[in-house]
């Protein structure tokens, strides 16, 4: 994977404008969730950038890596990095939740670039699970990858699934784990605590990459070594919540609430 100080920079410079993109799009909704899509922009920026072979212009090619949103109330985020690439034109954020939108408020099929309905938390992993076994059962070399949340990991479903996966030898899966500490009503280590996490994962049978998830040079080599790695890798990406907009990092009301006309206007400074 290319990682030249060029690249990098590209790379940081796009996420910012993802950034931009959903605050933006939140705002003119009135309605969204900033928190968790600010905090997994550069994860999914790298993804799509550097490392995802896809084609914009041809969603449906058969060989393409598949990527999987479960965290789906997230989907802000996908809709910026999905336009970045070229899916659909970049107007169309702006109709974000409008009754017929190409973009709902959870993913859906119709939005090109999207492989599966997310939303209800918990069943991505399981998805993902599926995708891997049919590329297994196709001899096809393409490579799903899943973005979950740490509130959304407390669902016994996605442990099913992680048994599977290990039993199954899915080594074309890639979990990847938005780590920012925060769910619905608080902090994770309040709520329902993970720790200790990684060994969590390992005791299921993956191969655990943990590494601070807004570090390009780090998320980079993560998903080069995930590659490699024999046994289904999962990359636990340390993030904060609402990254990039100070008055957003960290703070729970962001995690489900739209930003107003002045805050959206502070941010957008911010990000510029
Ligand atoms: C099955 C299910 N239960 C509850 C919800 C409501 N809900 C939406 S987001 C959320 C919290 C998710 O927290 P986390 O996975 O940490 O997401 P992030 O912090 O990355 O936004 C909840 C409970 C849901 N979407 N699905």
């Not at 939140?26 to 896809?54: C, E, R």
Request: hydrophobic share 40%; glycine share 8%; net charge neutral.
């Amino acid at each position: 994977m290319p990682s030249s100080p060029d690249k990098i920079k590209e790379l940081e410079l796009k996420a910012k404008a993802v950034r931009r993109d959903i605050v933006q799009m939140i705002a003119q909704a009135g309605s969204g969730h900033p928190g968790g899509s600010l905090s997994a922009a550069d994860l999914i920026t790298v993804l799509y950038f550097a490392v995802l072979k896809h084609d914009p212009r041809n969603p449906q090619w058969p060989d393409r890596d598949r990527f999987h949103l479960s965290k789906g109330h997230c989907c802000p985020l996908w809709y910026a990095v999905l336009a970045e690439c070229g899916y659909f034109s970049k107007d169309k954020l702006l109709t974000l939740r409008q009754f017929g939108s190409l973009l709902q408020g959870h993913p859906d099929r119709r939005t090109p670039g999207v492989e599966a309905a997310s939303g209800s938390l918990g069943q991505g992993l399981s998805i993902a699970l599926g995708m891997s076994l049919a590329a297994k059962i196709d001899h096809k070399d393409y490579r799903i990858y899943v973005l979950m949340g740490d509130g959304e990991i407390q669902e016994g479903n996605i442990w099913e699934a992680a048994m599977a996966a290990a039993h199954y030898k899915c080594d074309n899966l890639c979990a990847i784990l938005d780590y920012n500490g925060f769910q619905i009503d608080g902090k994770t280590e309040d709520v329902m605590n993970l720790e200790p996490l990684a060994d969590k994962w390992r005791s299921f049978g993956w191969q655990v990459i943990e590494i601070n998830g807004h570090d390009t040079p780090e998320i980079l080599s993560a998903y080069t070594r995930a590659q490699k790695i024999k046994g289904q890798p999962t990359i636990i990406a340390r993030t904060i919540k609402g990254k990039g907009v100070s008055f957003m990092e960290n703070v729970v009301d962001f995690h489900g609430r739209a930003p107003t006309k002045e805050e959206a206007e502070k941010a957008l400074k911010e990000l510029e």
